[in-house]
T-cell receptor
Framework: AQSVAQPEDQVNVAEGNPLTVKCTYS??????LFWYVQYPNRGLQFLLK??????LVKGSYGFEAEFNKSQTSFHLKKPSALVSDSALYFC??????????????FGQGTTLQVKP | EPEVTQTPSHQVTQMGQEVILRCVPI?????FYWYRQILGQKVEFLVS????????KSEIFDDQFSVERPDGSNFTLKIRSTKLEDSAMYFC????????????FGSGTRLTVV
């Protein structure tokens, strides 16, 4: 069965330091991978996606993610964290078996805490 | 930038009552979805809707749930007889035709069943 795992419930990082939020996936076909961010009492905001092509994907707010097929990972990264990056981050994969109407399968979420 | 709009932002209802959660997807999108997030848990797929019919639904989406696109712009989720465990944040999402397009989510409706 398709699944997404975010192994860390929370990531703490000091402002200005690089951050990584981890995500691994398990799908039967070629994955379409997404990162979303959720600020308190807000909806899910799209950050970036990997469909095909370059393994390093750049997205909103200076975030990027690297697709690694051999490790089945899609870790979210940012070179220099801001306090305002503190939020809940979700990794998601589109279920290849759902064809074009494909549902997203979400990881359990990782809370990023950036301290000044 | 186009948005998915959900109303109300917060609804409190008594157990056993019917609720309707409303969504206005992006106008040229063709695929519509409902997800829910119980407090502190992951976002879970409920149902997808395309061409005026359900294309896929999860085990959560039982006979108490229904969806409708009554007028070509709104997309609603109805829960016929709410239970305490239906308390969650419900997200609507929409997507355009392309297989590689992203999904746009609304800001959610927080449903509290008392």
């Amino acid at each position: 069965a398709q699944s997404v795992a975010q192994p860390e419930d929370q990531v703490n990082v000091a402002e200005g330091n690089p951050l990584t939020v981890k995500c691994t996936y398990s799908v039967s076909g070629n994955p379409y991978l997404f990162w979303y961010v959720q600020y308190p009492n807000r909806g899910l905001q799209f950050l970036l996606k990997y469909i095909t092509g370059d393994n390093l994907v750049k997205g909103s707010y200076g975030f990027e993610a690297e697709f690694n097929k051999s490790q089945t990972s899609f870790h979210l990264k940012k070179p220099s964290a801001l306090v305002s990056d503190s939020a809940l981050y979700f990794c998601a994969v589109r279920d290849p078996g759902s064809s074009n109407t494909g549902k997203l399968i979400f990881g359990q979420g990782t809370t990023l805490q950036v301290k000044p | 930038e186009p948005e998915v709009t959900q109303t109300p932002s917060h609804q409190v209802t008594q157990m056993g009552q019917e609720v309707i959660l409303r969504c206005v997807p992006i106008s040229n999108h063709l695929y519509f979805y409902w997800y829910r997030q119980i407090l502190g848990q992951k976002v879970e797929f409920l149902v997808s809707f395309y061409n005026n019919e359900i294309s896929e639904k999860s085990e959560i989406f039982d006979d108490q749930f229904s969806v409708e696109r009554p007028d070509g712009s709104n997309f609603t989720l109805k829960i016929r007889s709410t239970k305490l465990e239906d308390s969650a944040m419900y997200f609507c999402a929409s997507k355009s035709w392309g297989t590689t397009d992203g999904y746009t989510f609304g800001s959610g409706t927080r449903l509290t069943v008392v």
